[in-house]
């Protein structure tokens, strides 16, 4: 953990975008056992958008979401420096970002992918701060996008109800050091429980007819999730990881003004809340409309809290993202 003191960093502008078609719970219960009731108590989750047209991809959703942010902050997508897209769906293995750099017309941007499941979008901002504090970049566009109804299995109940499809973007822009609106940020990998949220790769022997030549292929299988335990993880260590961050900013939890956690679910939300207890008007929460759109979870929630404007300048912004890995993070800023 570090306070970032050389150059400064600031989110310019957000944009977001979700799929037209709306799959809600009862709509749910037609493709699997379950109920509204017990989707709605469990998780919060009221409905899901889904990606359904064959013709698009993640990527349709990237772009949507970077023109947004690029129209906002009234910037040439020709001064973006560098594109990062957080996420575990792409629509190529070799990485998506390529593409929308071509698509969005950014022609001087290097771009690549970053995986880190649901904490994807706050190590992708703290990434870009590494750039942006060296100046070695000015504007950085972040992007947190994932497909993963594309990924889970339609017959597993206790996956399936859970997940959404989105896309959100954030332009972040190198500023002077008095400007900054980064205070501190610590994140963290536990790779001990991988296990417990994966979406693993099986493979099977591929015979091919030169001597004893033995190769392997395969494929990505669907979302395993422990539930339980990653409940126990959320819970247990996000507020841990603001604490902290708070610390390194000589603050308090009484300093935050909004708390934008990884809208995984309800239930976290609010047992995160009660840990440091913060009150549940500060919490942003969406999820009820989206359910868990994994690295987009944080982007879409900030995007739509500046659309309603409740978030001010000046007010303390306290986002952290948790996940596969396991993975999890905390960024303090001041907006
Ligand atoms: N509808 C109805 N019943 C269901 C459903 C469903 N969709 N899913 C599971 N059940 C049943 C189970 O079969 C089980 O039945 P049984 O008692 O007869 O065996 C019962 O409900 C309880 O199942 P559990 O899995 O133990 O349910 P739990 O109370 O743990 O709730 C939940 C499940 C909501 C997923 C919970 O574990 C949780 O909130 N975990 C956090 C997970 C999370 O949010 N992950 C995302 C964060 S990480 C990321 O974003 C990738």
Not at 117 to 127: I, N, Q
Not at 163 to 181: E, K, L, M, P
Not at 255 to 282: C, F, G, M, P
Not at 288 to 302: D, E, F, H, V
Request: aromatic fraction near 8%; charged fraction near 20%.
């Amino acid at each position: 953990m570090k306070s970032l003191m050389i150059q400064g960093a600031k989110i310019i502008a957000t944009g977001s975008a979700i799929p037209s078609f709306k799959l809600s719970n009862d709509e749910m219960s037609k493709i699997v056992e379950t109920s509204d009731e017990w989707i709605s108590s469990r998780t919060g989750i009221k409905e899901r958008r889904l990606l359904t047209e064959k013709s698009q991809s993640i990527n349709d959703l990237a772009i949507s979401a970077s023109q947004q942010a690029l129209e906002k902050a009234s910037m040439d997508p020709s001064e973006v420096d560098l594109i990062i897209l957080a996420t575990s769906s792409p629509s190529d293995l070799f990485g998506s970002a390529s593409r929308i750099q071509f698509e969005i017309g950014a022609k001087n941007a290097v771009a690549f992918d970053l995986t880190a499941a649901c904490s994807g979008f706050v190590v992708g901002l703290v990434t870009a701060f590494q750039f942006l504090q060296t100046n070695t970049y000015r504007n950085i566009l972040v992007i947190g996008a994932d497909v993963l109804s594309q990924w889970v299995d339609w017959s597993d109940r206790s996956t399936c109800i859970l997940f959404g499809d989105a896309a959100g973007a954030a332009i972040v822009q190198s500023c002077s050091s008095i400007h900054n609106s980064i205070l501190s940020f610590k994140i963290n990998t536990d790779g001990k429980y991988a296990s417990h949220l994966s979406i693993s790769y099986e493979k099977s022997l591929h015979k091919l007819s030169v001597g004893n030549l033995k190769l392997y292929q395969g494929a990505f299988k669907h979302v395993y999730m422990n539930g339980r335990e990653v409940y126990k993880f959320a819970v247990s260590q996000v507020p841990l990881s603001i604490l902290s961050c708070l610390e390194a900013s000589n603050m308090s939890v009484q300093d935050i003004d909004w708390l934008v956690l990884h809208q995984a679910n309800e239930r976290i939300l609010t047992a995160v809340a009660e840990k440091l207890s913060i009150s549940s008007k500060k919490i942003i929460s969406n999820l009820s409309k989206y359910g868990n759109t994994s690295a987009a979870s944080i982007p879409l929630a900030l995007d739509e809290a500046i659309k309603e404007h409740k978030i001010s300048d000046n007010d303390i912004v306290v986002i952290a993202g948790f996940g596969a890995g396991l993975t999890w993070g905390t960024i303090i800023l001041r907006w």
